[in-house]
Nanobody, 126 residues
Framework: QVQLVESGGGLVQAGGSLRLACAASGRTFSSIAMGWFRQAPGKERVFVAAISKSGGSARYADSVRSRFTISRDAARNTVYLQMNSLDPEDTAVYYC???????????????????WGQGTQVVVSS
């Protein structure tokens, strides 16, 4: 089992920045591949960014590439999502996800993650 707790959401004006954090526990952090997804009202949950268990590889959705950065801190067992140049279209509940991995893979599908956090709300005002 992996427990995930997100934090860092809030209300921000368009063009602003936020940093989300996801603290993981229950498994050795270096054995967990992780990702961020988001779900806007009335829409399905979609991929935002993912990082391999080593942190050596990352992937982004086209809509956030060059604005968002995913990173992980092994000392804090935490994955971050730095979000810059925020747009009202980024308004959503953001979820952290994790799965155990034996190789350094990137997982971009919701079905690829068995463990999910409770979500943190991000609202971007125009």
């Amino acid at each position: 089992q992996v427990q995930l707790v997100e934090s860092g959401g809030g209300l921000v004006q368009a063009g602003g920045s936020l940093r989300l954090a996801c603290a993981a526990s229950g498994r050795t952090f270096s054995s967990i591949a992780m990702g961020w997804f988001r779900q806007a009202p009335g829409k399905e949950r979609v991929f935002v960014a993912a990082i391999s268990k080593s942190g050596g590889s990352a992937r982004y959705a086209d809509s956030v590439r060059s604005r968002f950065t995913i990173s992980r801190d092994a000392a804090r067992n935490t994955v971050y999502l730095q979000m810059n140049s925020l747009d009202p279209e980024d308004t959503a509940v953001y979820y952290c996800a994790a799965r155990s991995a034996t190789i350094d893979v990137i997982i971009t599908s919701t079905s690829g993650y068995p463990y999910w956090g409770q979500g943190t709300q991000v609202v971007v005002s125009s």
